[in-house]
């Protein structure tokens, strides 16, 4: 190695990089040195031995034409990667979506924006199957201040994506790129990739999915995040335990015990309201939560045949009232058993004449009543019981518009078959009927979610808090608390007699797209923009579980009656089944070719419905694949599909809604659209 | 660079008062607009999904720009679709054609009717996991489908539109099609038609003209009956398409028949007394035979509805003589054994109803007793082919000669048939009469037994006029009193009984003398002949 060689690089390099000053004051101290130690021996031989190294420097002066260097070692490294071996191809294709765009957004960054663009379009069809959102976000990218601008683009550039592989496929690519010496392609994996190397086999193909999707925030945060513990089975004493627990008829003992367990919740909850949230004593909450973790200690149920553990609640919970227990109770007794053999009855709701204004539908627990919100800032409420006497009974309407207050316009109500309620001034996006149905909620486009009492017909509450379109509202199983999500990226908790909310989740990365309560009302679910579902703890606030694996933005959730599954179903149609202690995707339910609005599992678990854009009601077995024994799915994740039952096509109506009711009848809610 | 050109920036630009922009900003302004859409349209596709819609509209976009602040573009809610119109001498400069409206015009319009309100309707959409055939419901065809919901989202508009078949037809055809039919039409008999002709039964393209031949046919056979050399032309077509090897001619063959037909049994082929319409159903009773007998085979039922029609018009008296004939043609084209099977059962009673049309005293006009004498030579026609084809079958089979036969043998019929009419006038013998009326129906049985298959299709073809009710039987009761001597009895015994294979050939052919004389033994092959002389 020559010494006036390795001069001329660093002056190469200099002048490259324009460091013009840099430049100037070397030489100048060059020549300098130079001229005191002429005789002396070159000082800096030592410096530089590796000729590996000297072979990297050497390369610098060519590299005028970085674009063009951008280009031809992605596509070498990709035609390597195609033709790589079968066994261990699926892995580095992996590691192709993480340089492609990383090579993309450094020839942006450098200021290459046509070459960016041309490199883009060459080989962005490699990555559209898998990642075609992403891309579509990226295409729009033209000038480097865009990717400071972009959030997506910025947490991509400053988070390692990390990627399983195994060793030798590893050592093969490591091999490849220094034996061609793709400096930049070696560079860009070295920055933004963290390889997670793993001995002996390759990892097989079927869970490359979370692997290969990328978020913006670690992917070892989430990992971390999802090794919280979290309790996931249903609420002590509910009333569904109380019927099994009596069989099926309620002898009096057990009635009256029912009745003073309600009469301590009574007790606590008035303390929690007027002390607030904290009145409730979390030290001990957690106490309990412990004991029932640790097992069920010495409870009554524990010889009896619940699989699902029980809990405690978190949130003091509303009483119910021993008449509505009743007719709760007699539903229950009543629940026709579905299973894979025997489906459902589906009740279709059709909406007409909606010139294209319907938003949202949502159907009461006993389907009783219809609600729709109208992008005309309306929310309409029809009571299917009045439906059939519509003819004959307008009077009755009309008597019962004219007693009903100032919020229901009553000019030409004696012929109208629905209860108007008005009050937003933006599109309504989601309603919500409490569990007993005298209750409304309703969110929309002006940040609001309004409180509708459907007894009275009248606005009861306006909860303000969101700061952006409130794109989800939910009550909880019980009623009394509800929880909204927002374009804010936060979901919110409320309990309705407060006008500020509870609680706020913070930590999605895009707009929060819908919500979900678990059926013990300890936890919600919340689904994003950002393509991941979210498990936030209501009591503590925090997010206890991220699931990844959508690609494209989550629609809407259902979660199991027992508990333990959730489902999310997103834009493309893709269902996925989520186990929720492991946090993994118990398996993905593929069929619907459009955006899936609704999902429901019937009242005992066994059934998925889902309704989706493409016009269709599907009903899906959850027994199928989810009831093995708890210890092995743990281990072996998804081992077979849940089978598709039925599809059930409607009349050119997409389907908003569905809702089970307490006796497994199924509600389903859609607009006739002509246009489709 | 950007998809958005610069140019469209400097209009911009123009547009809001900016007139000193210089290029470079426009440039460096371009990609920043690019992308400034770019997530606007991610926002509105956001506001759209949480609207449950699947296409996007002017509100979900004023909804995204709302979401940032920005003041949403008035005036395109409307819902007629905005129309782009290039501005003169500019290439990439479009204008919005916002047309002017009169005041006067909005203010008289009617007002327009007031939309339905919205209501909800309920049905089951499944009962037990079933979908209930109702029309809430989408149909069955979009149950076979389920799989792929693009298809079915899509069968909707193909339902509505149903659209119809393109049947493509090059120039050429066309205008070969043209000028074949314009010769047939004008031209029929010219030299050039010949040349069609010939063209017709062996080019190879013309199979897509064929659908349009048989409707063309059917059509101008329907229209044009009377007109007797259209007619004969439009037959040689037929021929010539059966005849080319190129063309399948089966599926239109049921278009083709009914016309056939007609030109072989109407009662009318042509307006003047001139029109040879003899030949023309000579003719066509070789074609109807030629179709018979290449298609029977993969028709079944094709031939039994051919003679079905042929025998109810040769059976019907109330039919005209030239139908007759050619019903006779059609049957003898046929084959000897169906005019064993067919005809040959009631020689006998026919041509005694012939007979008073042949005679000179009985029938004065020269027409009909012409036409008389036509039929009456096509059933010996007729009954010689078939014994031809006996003797020659089985020519050991010929028993001696009975002594009646030898007696009789040269009596000219006229003659025979004057004098048997003459002994049998006066002559009321019940019991003959009974029996012939018997004998009749032993002559319908074979053709009834051969129909069997055929039995769910209606009756014969169009050209069967009615009254084809009338069989034998009636035919039998119009002759009262004109019966019957007991050999002639005999005769007719023997004749019905034709249809039987193992028929004595000699009995046969001596019935036949008795009714055709000499005339017959013009049809018996010569050794034989001789054997009789």
């Not at chain 2, 119809?164 to 314009?182: A, D, M, N, Q």
């Not at chain 2, 398409?241 to 063309?247: A, K, Q």
């Amino acid at each position: 190695m020559e010494e006036d060689q390795l001069e001329k690089f660093v002056v190469a390099y200099l002048k490259k990089k324009g460091f013009k000053q840099a430049e100037h004051a070397f030489q100048e101290e060059l020549q300098q040195h130079q001229s005191k130690n002429n005789s002396s021996s070159s000082i800096s031989t030592n410096s530089i031995t590796d000729p590996d190294f000297a072979k990297h420097l050497l390369s610098f002066p060519e590299l005028e034409n970085v674009p063009a260097r951008y280009q031809d070692g992605y596509s070498k490294l990709r035609s390597w990667t195609y033709s790589s071996l079968d066994l261990y191809k699926h892995e580095l294709i992996r590691v192709l979506y993480p340089v492609f765009i990383h090579c993309f957004m450094d020839l942006v960054v450098k200021g290459h924006i046509q070459e960016a663009r041309t490199f883009f379009n060459s080989f962005r069809e490699d990555h559209e199957m898998m990642h075609s959102r992403d891309l579509q976000k990226l295409e729009g990218v033209l000038s480097p201040s865009h990717l400071e601008e972009m959030e997506f683009a910025h947490s991509l550039r400053h988070n390692k994506v990390k990627i399983k592989i195994c060793q030798y496929s590893y050592d093969l690519l490591l091999q490849y790129l220094h034996k061609t010496q793709l400096t930049i392609m070696l560079g860009i994996i070295n920055e933004h990739i963290n390889f997670q190397v793993s001995p002996g086999q390759p990892i097989s193909i079927s869970d490359d999915a979370e692997v290969v999707t990328l978020i913006g925030s670690s992917q070892d945060e989430a990992t971390q995040i999802n090794q919280k513990e979290i309790h996931w089975g249903l609420l002590e004493d509910s009333l569904e335990e109380r019927l099994e627990k009596s069989g099926v008829l309620l002898s009096d003992s057990e009635k009256a015990e029912g009745e003073t367990k309600e009469g301590e919740l009574d007790e606590s909850k008035k303390r929690s309201v007027e002390g607030g949230k904290q009145g409730s004593s979390t030290k001990k909450l957690k106490k309990d939560k412990a004991a029932s973790a640790t097992g069920k200690t010495g409870r009554p149920e524990a010889n009896a045949v619940i699989t699902a553990p029980r809990v405690k609640p978190e949130l003091a919970l509303p009483v119910i009232s021993t008449e509505v227990e009743k007719s709760i109770l007699e539903d229950l007794r009543n629940r026709v058993q579905l299973s894979s053999v025997s489906l459902p009855s589906v009740n279709f709701y059709t909406f007409i004449n909606t010139h294209n204004g319907l938003n949202c539908s949502s159907i009461s627990h006993d389907g009783s009543l219809v609600a729709g919100g109208f992008s005309d800032s309306s929310l309409k409420v029809w009571d299917m019981a009045k439906l059939g006497q519509e003819a004959v009974g307008s009077v009755l309407q009309g008597e019962n518009d004219t007693t009903s207050s100032e919020h229901v316009l009553g000019s030409n109500g004696g012929k109208r078959s629905y209860t108007l309620f008005q009050g937003h001034s933006g599109p309504v996006y989601s309603a919500t009927f409490s569990p007993l149905g005298d209750f409304l909620l309703s969110s929309s486009a002006d940040s609001t979610v309004r409180l509708w009492s459907t007894t009275m017909n009248a606005n009861l509450v306006c909860y303000k808090g969101h700061n952006y379109p409130v794109w989800d509202v939910q009550f909880s199983p019980l009623g009394h608390y509800f929880a909204s999500a927002s374009h804010d990226r936060t979901a919110r908790i409320w309990s309705m007699d407060r006008i500020q909310p509870l609680r706020i989740m913070a930590g999605h990365l895009s707009d929060v797209d819908c919500v979900q309560w678990h059926v013990n009302c300890n936890y919600i679910a919340t689904g994003s923009s950002d393509k991941t579902v979210r498990l936030w703890d209501v009591q503590s606030g925090e997010c206890v579980r991220i699931f990844i694996g959508h690609r494209s933005m989550v629609l809407s959730l259902a979660m199991s009656s027992d508990g333990r599954y959730m489902a999310s179903g997103d834009e493309d149609g893709a269902i996925m089944m989520w186990d929720l202690s492991s946090g993994r995707c118990v398996t993905p339910l593929m069929g619907h070719t459009s955006c899936v609005w609704s999902l429901a599992f019937s009242c005992e678990g066994s059934l998925l419905a889902s309704g989706s854009a493409d016009c269709t009601v599907k009903l899906w077995d959850v027994t199928a694949s989810t009831k093995v024994p708890r210890t092995e799915e743990n281990k072996s994740g998804n081992t077979n599909r849940l089978r598709s039952l039925r599809t059930l096509p409607t009349k050119s109506s997409p389907v908003y809604a569905l809702r089970f009711s307490r006796r497994n009848l199924l509600f389903a809610g859609g607009v006739l659209s002509k246009s489709v | 660079m950007s998809i958005v050109p610069k140019e469209a920036i400097e209009v911009i630009a123009q547009s809001i008062g900016i007139t000193n922009l210089s290029p470079e900003v426009a440039l460096a302004l371009a990609p920043d607009v690019e992308y400034r859409v770019r997530e606007i349209m991610q926002e509105a596709i956001k506001c759209m999904r949480h609207s449950r819609r699947t296409s996007l509209t002017a509100d979900d976009v004023d909804g995204a720009l709302k979401l940032r602040n920005v003041e949403p573009i008035y005036g395109f809610t409307s819902g007629d679709p905005l129309r782009f119109k290039r501005a003169a001498g500019h290439k990439d400069l479009f204008y919005i054609d916002d047309k002017d409206v009169e005041f006067k015009d909005v203010i008289d319009a009617p007002l327009a009717k007031a939309p339905l309100d919205t209501s909800v309707n309920t049905h089951w959409l499944a009962i037990e996991g079933v979908q209930p055939a109702i029309p809430e419901n989408a149909s069955v065809e979009a149950l076979a489908v389920p799989s792929d919901g693009k298809k079915s989202e899509y069968s909707e508009v193909l339902i509505d539109l149903k659209l119809p078949v393109k049947h493509v037809l090059s120039g050429e055809l066309r205008l070969y099609f043209k000028h074949i039919t314009e010769l047939i039409v004008n031209k029929s008999g010219s030299v050039l038609l010949k040349e069609a002709l010939v063209s017709l039964a062996t080019d190879s393209g013309l199979h897509p003209l064929v659908p349009y031949f048989t409707y063309f046919i059917a059509d101008e056979v329907t229209r044009n009956l009377n007109d007797f050399p259209l007619l004969f032309a439009l037959m040689r077509v037929v021929r010539s398409l059966l005849r080319n090897p190129h063309i399948h001619i089966d599926p239109y063959l049921h278009q083709l028949m009914p016309s056939v037909i007609t030109c072989l049994v109407a009662k009318r082929l042509g307006n003047r007394s001139s029109d040879n319409h003899w030949e023309l159903r000579n003719f066509t009773a070789n074609i109807v035979a030629s179709i018979c007998k290449r298609f029977g085979h993969v028709y079944h039922n094709l031939q039994p509805r051919v003679t079905r029609t042929l025998l109810h018009t040769f059976l019907d008296p109330t039919k005209a003589l030239p139908q007759h004939y050619g019903a006779i043609q059609g049957l003898s084209a046929l084959g000897p054994s169906v005019v064993r099977l067919l005809i040959l059962p009631n020689l006998e009673p026919y041509l005694q109803l012939l007979a008073p049309e042949m005679i000179h005293e009985e029938q004065k006009n020269e027409m009909k007793r012409h036409k008389a004498w036509r039929v009456y030579g096509a059933l010996l026609f007729a009954a010689g082919q078939c014994m031809y084809d006996r003797v020659k079958m089985f020519p050991g089979l010929l028993s001696p000669p009975t002594p009646a036969i030898l007696k009789t043998n040269a009596k000219v019929v006229p003659t025979m048939l004057k004098k048997r009419k003459a002994s049998t006038d006066n002559l009321m013998h019940q019991p003959s009469l009974k029996k012939v009326a018997t004998d009749g129906k032993m002559g319908v049985i074979p053709m009834n037994s051969m129909q069997i298959d055929t039995q769910g299709t209606t009756g014969g073809y169009s050209t069967a006029a009615g009254g084809s009710g009338v069989g034998l039987s009636s035919m039998s009761r119009q002759l009262p009193g004109r019966e019957v001597g007991g050999r002639v009895v005999k005769t007719s015994t023997v004749l019905s009984q034709a249809w039987k294979e193992d028929m004595d050939a000699g009995q046969m052919l001596a019935s036949l003398f008795e009714l055709f004389g000499e005339s017959v033994l013009t049809f018996t092959p010569k050794p034989e002949l001789s054997f009789f002389l």
